[in-house]
């Protein structure tokens, strides 16, 4: 099945500073995700991305969809205590049997020092 | 609002005893799906609806079952608990390839 990396698996980061993550696959995927997930809560949907190359932004969030169609980043600004949790990002494809099916990255742990 | 409901939040069973998991929605989404999170891991899929149309996972053990009675209800049967099905189960759905929405999950524990 479809491999995604996510890196980093963890960052710790000081108050107002601006956090990159990203992920990487070895297949194409149709539409690109983003999910924040906090400590016994489901995972938040926060960008959806369904074309190559869109950049889309939610606030002091941004992500880009890679022109390959085969990584993503998320980029939060100036981060504040209430970023922290695990973000995954999420592969999805559109046809045949594995229709809305997603792949996850293993996510990325944000701790924000005040 | 609009929004994934799952019942209970946390859930105690002991071993070997069937316990059942439900999903509602009011999306009207056309799909549904049940995961599994286990501690520091992403979301595992078991199985999802899409209408009508069940869709189980390969490697889901035979343990786990569901159903979906219409459009706004699904649940998630575990047969015989075991101690390693002790797991946070997430509900999510989706209108055809569109992102999928989470409900606020299951804590299940096995005793």
């Known amino acids: 099945g479809q491999q995604l990396n996510q890196s980093p698996q963890s960052m710790f980061i000081q108050e107002g500073e601006d956090v990159s993550m990203n992920c990487t696959s070895s297949s194409i995927f149709n539409t690109w995700l983003w999910y924040k997930q906090d400590p016994g809560e489901g995972p938040v949907l926060l960008i959806a991305?369904?074309?190559?190359?869109e950049l889309t932004s939610n606030g002091r969030l941004t992500a880009q969809f890679g022109i390959t169609r085969k990584d993503s980043f998320l980029n939060i600004s100036a981060s504040i205590p209430s970023d922290v949790g695990i973000y995954f990002c999420?592969?999805?494809?559109?046809?045949?049997?594995?229709?809305?099916?997603?792949?996850f990255g293993r996510g990325t742990q944000l701790t924000v020092w005040p | 609002d609009a929004m994934v409901i799952q019942n209970p939040r946390y859930q105690v069973t002991q071993f070997g005893k069937p316990v059942t998991l439900s999903c509602s929605q009011t999306l009207n989404h056309n799909v549904m799906y049940w995961y599994q999170q286990k501690s520091s891991q992403a979301p595992k899929l078991l199985f999802h609806?899409?209408?009508?149309?069940?869709?189980n996972e390969a490697d889901t053990p035979d343990n786990f079952q569901s159903r979906r009675p219409n459009t706004s209800f699904c649940f998630l049967d575990i047969r015989s608990p075991g101690l390693g099905d002790a797991a946070m189960y997430l509900c999510?759905?989706?209108?055809?390839?569109?992102?999928?929405?989470f409900g606020p999950g299951t804590r299940l524990t096995v005793l």
């Open positions: 999510a759905t989706s209108r055809e390839r569109f992102g999928q929405f």
């Open positions: 999420a592969g999805q494809l559109d046809r045949g049997s594995t229709l809305g099916r997603l792949y």
């Open positions: 609806y899409y209408d009508k149309d069940f869709n």
């Open positions: 991305l369904y074309k190559a190359g």
